[in-house]
């Protein structure tokens, strides 16, 4: 369970791959409505690779979620070392059956079918303050 924080901003962001809530930082995103996010890399793992459905339920029951595909092209950009070189689920379907997946070895992004068995990660957002 994560600790209560005191708000965020960007100047009290700490440095890339620093701790910060049960995590690692590992940049900001803007979300579509225009709010901007700290990214937490938390440190949990599945113990095994997870099917798509399983993989969003994991990421969940750890208080997180599995990254979107902006997150986890920034994750390779500024965290590769912390991911096993392999494919990682993301939570975004495509064509129905299929899921997108980010490679952390080429830094690619593609699609997997969702029955099969794949790495998982969770990040969590915070919201950051004007």
Known sequence: MSEVLAPLTLATLPALKQPLDAGLFAG???QPD???CAV???ADKPTQR???KDA???AESVGGQLPTRPVAAMLFANAKDQFE?????TPESFDGSYAWVQFFDGGYQYYGHKSYEGRARAVRLIQLDA
């Open 40 to 42: 937490v890399l938390l």
């Open 28 to 30: 900001v995103i803007t």
């Open 50 to 52: 997870l099917v798509w």
């Open 34 to 36: 225009g709010k901007h």
């Open 85 to 89: 070189e392999a494919w990682h689920w």
């Open 56 to 58: 969003m339920a994991w």
